[in-house]
């Protein structure tokens, strides 16, 4: 099995910073992408930040110059830096990884638990 585990949310004023990470565990072989999604109250889930085992980024426009997507590979994890943080960007934050485990020749998509990050005005 793989486990993806989150830790990081909180209760932050606007303009604050917060720092999101997320570690994979179990039976892996190799992670390919590894990235963000959030998704508000009455809203669908939306891709914040993906990040590729190469180092290739990719953010949504809103986030832009304020999030920071990074990995370590060789502890698993992928870290989500986030400043400037304005009052929309308030959501439950899930990762997310493309992983192939030991006895699997394909890459399947894991979820983490979910963080909240809340944002005041």
């Not at 994979?24 to 109250?41: D, E, T």
């Not at 980024?57 to 870290?79: E, H």
């Not at 979820?111 to 809340?118: F, L, N, R």
Request: a positive charge; one cysteine or more.
């Amino acid at each position: 099995q793989v486990q993806l585990v989150e830790s990081g949310g909180g209760l932050v004023q606007a303009g604050g910073s917060l720092r999101l990470s997320c570690a994979a565990s179990g039976s892996i072989f190799s992670i390919n992408a590894m990235g963000w999604y959030r998704q508000a109250p009455g809203n669908q889930r939306e891709l914040v930040a993906a990040a590729t085992s190469d180092g290739s980024t990719n953010y949504v426009d809103s986030v832009k110059g304020r999030f920071t997507i990074s990995r370590d590979n060789a502890k698993n994890t992928v870290y989500l830096q986030m400043n400037s943080l304005k009052p929309e960007d308030t959501a439950v934050y899930y990762c997310n990884a493309q992983v192939r485990r030991h006895d699997s020749n394909n890459y399947n998509t894991y979820w983490g638990q979910g963080a909240q990050v809340t944002v005041s005005s």
